[in-house]
């Protein structure tokens, strides 16, 4: 995979720049013309009191600021376009590629510290956008006040270029710690971001331990350490436009020194060295500039490297070149002699085979980490097999393009998530075409009408962050509305009632049968009772199958399946 870079970010909006820095270069250059006029004032206007002269300076003087207000408005309005643009684009862009990325990088990856990713450093990363106009338009400057710098005295004007290179390596140095030390600030404040985000997500948990104290006091303890990372780098901020302040006090005596000299000696007249000396003015404001900037500059970089680390990150599940695009699969499922672990050297599964014929209802269950939700990982292509293939109606499902495939498969989850909003419009997740007759027909058949008409608003009412406002039976209901509505062929049920009491569980469970009717059907269970009627039940022991049959058939066999069956009424008789 190509890696993205900055650059190539920045350089979609290249007219913009282009625009803004030809507008900022001729806002410098209209300035450029005051130290000259002051030099025809001082040497011409005020021995002769021309008036008249006076005159046509002031409203030439006049003209030129006229034209510097409307400069300056366009030149802004074109760098903050342009800004505002980028961060738009990178945002999008940022989640777009997130969404691509394997559930293996969100395992490792915090989500509150993606969160700050997309949220500061990509604001921070705005201001590069604002700082590489402002450094064209610098560099213009300081390059045509060095020129007329040797216009009226070449030996004055070495003076001043002697103090430049100690400039550069002044900023060379700062720029290095500032931009070590703020991309170590801003993996901190990832940390505390991802931090904040697990114990807000877990506030209910926080509040039965009675741990909120505890909490507040950990959050406290984990700002800290960014009071003296940000206190060192403004120091180091503060230290580099010192010492800027002092290399630019140098040239000022520097040429005040020499100029005495020579206007002394009738070599350079007064307005000369007016001009002389505004014109060195104006070649050390971009370095000031430089140097007040270098802080806002280093964490901008830093936020810069943190994004393009990001957006280079490499899809671990990716599209075939010429992906077939999945229209109406049938739902003919086979794992042939498959492989696959977590950890590489660590198979989950081995040598797995599994045959489902179109329509047909299979049961997985096993014990805990025998493999059953791993399988279920594979039919949805989150993880890629180690070896051997998954295919659906005779095609490997790799040669499939992930978003026409997935369309295919409808899943209800043992802890289904709910998106912020209302009833309908967590039904309508997988088919935002659907009519609100279409809703309602799916909302009835999985028992969602059952609570939703005695609330006020019914399906208009919100279900708060991960449906706080439900019961888990009523997630789950609303789960199996939302898979009734996409309609697949291909349904994957992963302990879909195992953490429902028995009253829910009886209105989900007849939803579910609904929901099955004619549709290929792979159930991941661990109550067995749920599953009785299904066409083969497969025992799972390691990551294989160690049994097959129907309910009757593996009870009769009093092999695995009759054991865990009969340890499992036992314990609900108890």
């Known amino acids: ?24 270069t001729a806002l410098s250059g209209t300035a450029l013309t005051l130290p000259w006029m002051l030099k025809v004032t001082i040497d011409h206007i005020m021995p002769t009191s021309d008036y008249f002269l006076f005159t046509l300076l002031c409203i030439t003087m006049l003209l030129i600021y006229a034209c510097r207000g409307m400069l300056r408005y366009i030149s802004n309005y074109l760098i903050v376009y342009a800004a505002q643009r980028f961060l738009l684009d990178i945002r999008h862009k940022l989640f777009k590629h997130l969404q691509s990325l394997s559930l293996r990088f969100y395992e490792e990856y915090r989500t509150g ?47 001043v270029l002697v103090v430049l290179p ?18 170590e600030l801003r993996e901190k404040m990832s940390e505390i971001s991802a931090n904040l985000s697990e114990t807000l997500s877990g506030v209910k948990v926080v509040k039965a331990f009675a741990s909120e104290r505890n909490e507040a006091s950990s959050f406290f303890k984990s700002l800290r350490p960014t009071l003296a990372m940000n206190l060192k780098i403004t120091t180091q901020g503060v230290l580099c436009y010192t010492i800027t302040e002092n290399l630019n006090l140098m040239s000022y005596l520097l040429v005040i020194g020499a100029g005495i000299g020579m206007v002394g ?94 329509g047909r209802k299979v049961a997985l269950v096993g014990s805990s980490g025998s493999g059953k939700s791993t399988v279920g990982n594979l039919l949805l292509r989150f993880y890629d097999v180690n070896s051997g293939s998954v295919s659906v109606d005779g095609i490997d499902i790799r040669k499939y393009s992930q978003e026409s495939y997935r369309k295919n498969i409808g899943v209800v989850l043992q802890n289904p998530f709910l998106f912020s909003g209302s009833i309908r419009d967590n039904i309508a997740y997988g088919n935002k075409t659907a009519s609100d007759r279409q809703i309602e027909e799916a909302a009835a ?44 062929n291909i349904l994957l049920l992963d302990e879909a009632t195992s953490a429902l009491d028995s009253v829910s569980e009886f209105l989900v469970q007849d939803a579910l049968d609904r929901l099955m009717a004619g549709r290929t059907t792979i159930i991941i269970a661990h109550r067995l009772s749920t599953i009785k009627n299904a066409d083969m039940i497969a025992v799972m022991e390691k990551g294989k199958i160690v049994e097959t049959g129907s309910h009757d058939q593996l009870m009769r066999r009093s092999g695995a399946y009759s054991r865990l069956y009969n340890t499992q009424q036992q314990a609900a008789n108890f």
């Not at 190509?2 to 650059?7: A, D, E």
């Not at 970010?9 to 007219?15: A, G, L, T």
């Not at 100690?166 to 991309?183: C, E």
Request: charged residues 20%; proline residues 2%.
């Open 166 to 183: 100690l400039h550069f390596l002044n900023f060379r140095y700062f720029k290095k710690v500032i931009k070590s030390n703020s991309l």
């Open 445 to 488: 058949m999985a028992n969602v009408d059952e609570f939703a008409f005695s609330m006020a608003k019914k399906y208009g009412t919100e279900v708060g962050e991960n449906g706080v406002a439900l019961s888990g039976g009523q997630k789950q209901r609303i789960a199996i509305a939302r898979a009734i509505l996409k309609s697949p």
């Open 265 to 358: 000696s009738k070599a350079m007249t007064i307005g000369e060295f007016v001009a002389f000396y505004t014109y060195t003015s104006m070649m050390v404001d971009p370095i000031n500039l430089l140097a007040s900037q270098s802080t806002n500059i280093s964490q901008a970089a830093a936020g810069a490297r943190k994004i393009m680390r990001l957006l280079n990150e490499i899809p671990e599940i990716k599209d075939d070149q010429n992906p077939i695009k999945a229209k109406r699969l049938t739902g003919n499922i086979e794992f042939k002699n498959v492989t696959f672990g977590y950890d590489s050297g660590n198979p989950v599964i081995s040598n797995f085979d599994l045959k489902v014929s179109s």
């Open 1 to 24: 995979m190509k890696q993205t870079t900055l650059l190539k970010h920045i350089f979609r909006y290249k007219w913009l720049l282009l625009g803004s820095t030809v507008c900022f």
């Open 113 to 159: 510290k993606l969160i700050s990713n997309v949220i500061n450093d990509v604001a921070l990363m705005q201001m590069l956008i604002r700082i590489l106009s402002t450094m064209a338009d610098g560099i213009f400057l300081i390059t045509v006040s060095v020129g007329l710098l040797f216009v009226f005295s070449w030996e004055m004007a070495l003076l």
